[in-house]
Antibody, heavy 119, light 107 residues
Framework: EVQLVESGGGLVQPGGSLRLSCAAS????????MHWVRQAPGKGLEYVSA????????YYANSVKGRFTISRDNSKNTLYLQMGSLRAEDMAVYYC????????????WGQGTMVTVSS | DIQMTQSPSSLSASVGDRVTITCQAS??????LNWYQQKPGKAPKLLIY???NLETGVPSRFSGSGSGTDFTFTISSLQPEDIATYYC?????????FGQGTKLEIK
């Protein structure tokens, strides 16, 4: 079964750091670009970051640039999001998503992990 | 960033009804438009890609059309399990951007 499972969410103080993980299974992880998308409570979907299949290229939304770092370990079939200088507006459910091979859709999503930023 | 505007923001319909949601892009995005379904407490699910292509395993009552700036998503006969919020998403320019969502309810 093709599956993505996020972990690492939790409560963090403003200014703090957190690392999210996304474990992939059921497909050749190293062949796919991967993405992070977040959803604040009761709000819509917001794109966060992307990484190419080999990890050589990354992209960040302006809202997280300089504070978040996306990475992957293809030997462990795992995607990461290192989040720093966290703000209240970063509080959201964070989803990892697989980029389709044609490159234009998010065809598999994880169940999400909640990040709460509060003192 | 390309702005995606969905209409309506919420919709109430009866089982068996034909339901239509529109999505307008702030600039020409060709056919780089996807539709997702998100049920309460769940992750989004890809339904339609490249404006009109049905994702594998998605029921044929779902369809999409359009190109350029104006797109339409249709459920031909609404079923109770279709209760969800639906999002359009463009992938023509980075960053990918989503519409604000259309919440679909059963009358």
């Amino acid at each position: 079964e093709v599956q993505l499972v996020e972990s690492g969410g939790g409560l963090v103080q403003p200014g703090g750091s957190l690392r999210l993980s996304c474990a992939a299974s059921g497909f050749t992880f190293s062949s796919y670009a991967m993405h992070w998308v977040r959803q604040a409570p009761g709000k819509g979907l917001e794109y966060v970051s992307a990484i190419s299949s080999n990890g050589g290229s990354t992209y960040y939304a302006n809202s997280v640039k300089g504070r978040f770092t996306i990475s992957r370990d293809n030997s462990k079939n795992t995607l990461y999001l290192q989040m720093g200088s966290l703000r209240a507006e970063d509080m959201a459910v964070y989803y990892c998503a697989r980029g389709s091979l044609s490159g234009d859709a998010f065809d598999i999503w994880g169940q999400g992990t909640m990040v709460t930023v509060s003192s | 960033d390309i702005q995606m505007t969905q209409s309506p923001s919420s919709l109430s319909a009866s089982v068996g009804d034909r339901v239509t949601i529109t999505c307008q892009a702030s600039q020409d995005i060709s056919n780089y438009l996807n539709w997702y379904q998100q049920k309460p407490g769940k992750a989004p699910k890809l339904l339609i890609y490249d404006a009109s292509n049905l994702e594998t395993g998605v029921p044929s009552r779902f369809s999409g059309s359009g190109s350029g700036t104006d797109f339409t998503f249709t459920i031909s006969s609404l079923q109770p399990e279709d209760i969800a919020t639906y999002y359009c998403q463009q992938y023509d320019n980075l960053p990918p951007t989503f519409g604000q969502g259309t919440k679909l309810e059963i009358k």
